[in-house]
């Protein structure tokens, strides 16, 4: 389903739902577990991997948002803006509109708070935020939700007994909360020193420590009231507090099942979870007690009563369900596309996940895990990554293993915007464009235009892969890491055995043999495959358990700079041992200086050396007397993202483009692709057949539904 757009960050298995290889919440499954009923609208879909979690406090990977999405609710939200008000409304492309969802206002207050103890200035504005909440919102069993929910929930992100894996959202990056990161530490034991409190029932403050501004001039709300200020966690007090697990033996840290199973499950959305097998099978279905429903802005839309979500590993298991009518949308897969891409029934989604091959950084681990015979130490040469990543044909590799997918370059796609309201995306700047030709080794001049060198671009350069392999192989053999009768063996690993895995597996193993032809390693390198990871797959790569994965990163696509976390900090890095703490950088800025302040003259600079995450910090924090305008990030950006390229940890090799089939049984709001939207997801769907009429229509189709 198409989502929002979100801040976070998450975790994806090349990618999106969490298999080793591509994948996502596509439309999935349901079996027939509950009887085909007149005026019930069900959605029927599948997920290759169960989820885990869905604790907003904790989560770690795009799979979990499966469930989180239907039983949260924003306080701010876009709504689509329509060409007409009657019964067959166009909805107006890339057009929305902002509105209050589960708050009803936003107030700038900071100059309610200016003093020493909140540290805001006489003249600041943007620091201090009044939240006012809807007075009807309520749990799903009915109790009562106010200002003091938000205001625990808070306060158990950031308990440092927990060290919750979510809690830097709100001290890192553009959202810093005063005294968040302080009280995180254990630095600071009182809650009520932290910059997020509740002034009566139903409102509370927000105060950062960095001005943010969520207003437009007239009043209304901007889309970064959305982006930045609507994720705020919410957690159920009593069930949360019977969730706290103590710490096992060895371990100081706290941890939670909440949000885990439906008994641990609660919901403050339109949907709420009512069954949970896992490894099998989840249901929701729709939330009386949401505010929603007594709502007229909401009126005709979430016609959908039931979610059913089956487990399918296997793809073409979950394609003869959709042919059969019992999962109401799929990806088009490699192997159906020339039969199916040009369906009627098809729709192709842009995506801001960018895919990757991810190389172990450990080189610890490696060692640890070489056994006679064989060498992985190999890889801790920064030559023979390059190796691997010039020895990657991107564009074979997605006509291979992608049905629309487009060969991927730098850690940015064209969905990544540095101005998001006038749709300028970072990818087209000069300096996002600067950085692939740095990277790749293409001469600007050599093309006549930086727009052609850039169409130049292919990544693929075998006579130099394999140059630096032979040279990396000389340097290990040096070392004594390498003697001349062992092979190179790395283990790819995944979350799931399937169709999709092995097909990405295998091209690579194909790639990187040729590769090595006519080098010093010629029939002495391999690639094995590994599907014992599971749900673990992510935490089982960054703490040095294998050597290979296909990866990536979904969120956070309209702050490129925010976004660098996911490789520059070790706690969300897949490159999690690269001590980019100490890999220092020389950057030179010109036209602003030292104290943030934009001159325009050319004559002006500011230049320093200091490590990758201070320059990440400054880029996303203060800069001397204020913050680094939009114009003045992008070529910090760039030199930041050009440091992350060229360790080859990282090798960039697809830019996600999905290709799907939506089932007759039911309709989208839109097909034109809305960047703030997508096409509305199941809140706009509509239905043209209940689950009554759609299994009588199945019994007439014979049980087998033709999508050519």
Not at 115 to 134: C, D, F, M, P, Y
Not at 335 to 350: E, L, N, R, V, W
Not at 516 to 538: I, Y
Not at 657 to 678: Q, V
Request: proline fraction near 2%.
């Amino acid at each position: 389903m198409a989502k929002k757009q979100s801040k976070k960050i998450a975790w994806i298995a090349l990618i999106a739902t969490m298999v080793g290889g591509f994948s996502g919440c596509s439309p999935k499954n349901n079996a027939g577990n509950y009887a085909p009923t007149a005026g019930v609208y069900s959605y029927n879909t599948y997920t290759s991997v169960s989820p885990s979690n869905w604790n907003a406090l904790t989560y770690r990977d795009n799979n979990d948002t499966q469930i989180m999405d239907y039983i949260t609710s924003p306080l701010f939200e876009y709504d689509f803006v329509y060409e007409t008000d009657d019964d067959e409304r166009e909805v107006k492309e890339n057009e929305i509109s902002i509105s209050y969802a589960m708050a009803t206002k936003l107030e700038d207050v900071s100059k309610l708070y200016v003093g020493e103890a909140w540290g805001v200035g006489q003249n600041e504005t943007g620091r201090a935020w009044k939240i006012t909440l809807r007075d009807d919102l309520k749990w799903e069993d009915g109790t009562k939700i106010t200002a003091n929910d938000f205001v625990y929930s808070m306060q158990e992100q950031l308990n440092p007994d927990f060290k919750n894996f979510r809690a830097d959202s709100f001290y890192k990056g553009a959202l810093v909360i005063h005294g968040a990161k302080d009280y995180f530490d254990g630095k600071e034991k009182e809650f009520a020193k932290v910059g997020f409190f509740a002034v009566d029932e139903n409102a509370f403050v927000v105060l950062l420590d960095q001005p943010m501004y969520l207003l437009k001039d007239d009043g209304s709300l901007s889309y970064k009231a959305v982006y930045n200020f609507t994720s705020f966690p919410l957690v159920k007090r009593d069930l949360y507090e019977k969730s706290k697990i103590r710490p096992i033996t060895g371990s100081t840290l706290w941890t939670s099942n909440y949000n885990s199973s439906k008994d641990t499950t609660a919901s403050y959305g339109p949907y709420k979870l009512t069954y949970f097998q896992a490894g099998k099978w989840y249901v929701l279905e729709k939330n009386e007690q949401w505010f929603g429903w007594k709502d007229e802005r909401y009126q005709g839309q979430y016609q959908t009563d039931r979610i059913s979500c089956e487990t399918v590993a296997e793809y073409n298991t979950a394609w003869m369900k959709f042919q059969r009518g019992e999962i109401d949308g799929i990806g088009i897969d490699v192997s159906i596309a020339s039969d199916y891409k040009g369906s009627d029934q098809a729709y192709f989604t842009p995506d801001d996940f960018v895919g990757s091959v991810q190389l172990q950084s450990s080189k610890e681990s490696l060692k640890k895990r070489e056994s006679a015979g064989f060498d992985k130490e190999i890889l801790s040469y920064v030559e023979f990554r390059k190796a691997l990543s010039l020895g990657l044909d991107r564009v074979a590799y997605n006509t291979a293993c992608t049905t629309s997918s487009r060969a991927g370059f730098g850690l940015f796609n064209s969905m990544h915007y540095y101005d998001v309201e006038e749709g300028k995306a970072y990818r087209e700047s000069d300096e996002g464009k600067k950085v692939l030709c740095e990277t790749y080794d293409v001469n600007v001049s050599d093309y006549g235009s930086l727009d052609n060198a850039v169409n130049a671009i292919t990544g693929y350069d075998l006579e130099k892969a394999r140059s630096l392999v032979n040279t990396a192989y000389q340097k290990a053999k040096s070392a004594g890491e390498i003697s001349d009768t062992d092979k190179v063996r790395l283990t790819y690993g995944s979350a799931v055995d399937n169709e999709i895995t092995r097909r990405n597996f295998e091209n690579l193993n194909a790639q990187w043999k040729t590769l090595m032809k006519g080098t010093a390693l010629e029939n002495r390198f391999e690639l094995v495959f590994d599907a014992s990871f599971g749900n673990e797959w992510a935490t089982s790569f960054r703490s040095g358990s294998y050597d290979v994965c296909q990866a990536g990163w979904r969120g956070a696509a309209w702050d490129p700079g925010y976004f660098l976390l996911a490789y520059l900090d070790p706690a969300y890095a897949y490159s999690s041992a690269w001590d980019t703490s100490s890999h220092s950088l020389t950057f030179t800025m010109t036209g602003v200086n030292g104290n943030g302040d934009v001159t325009n003259n050319a004559s002006d600079y500011y230049s320093a050396t200091m490590s990758l995450m201070d320059w990440y910090n400054r880029l996303n924090g203060k800069w001397g007397t204020g913050n680094l305008r939009e114009n003045f990030r992008l070529p910090l950006i760039a030199v930041l993202e050009k440091e992350i390229l060229t360790q080859y940890y990282t090798l960039p090799i697809t830019n996600n483009y999905a290709a799907s089939l939506m089932s007759y049984k039911m309709d989208y709001a839109t097909y034109e692709y809305n960047r703030f939207l997508g096409y509305g997801g199941l809140r706009y769907a509509t239905y043209h057949f209940d689950d009554l009429e759609w299994s009588n229509y199945l019994s007439k189709q014979g049980g087998a539904l033709n999508y050519k």
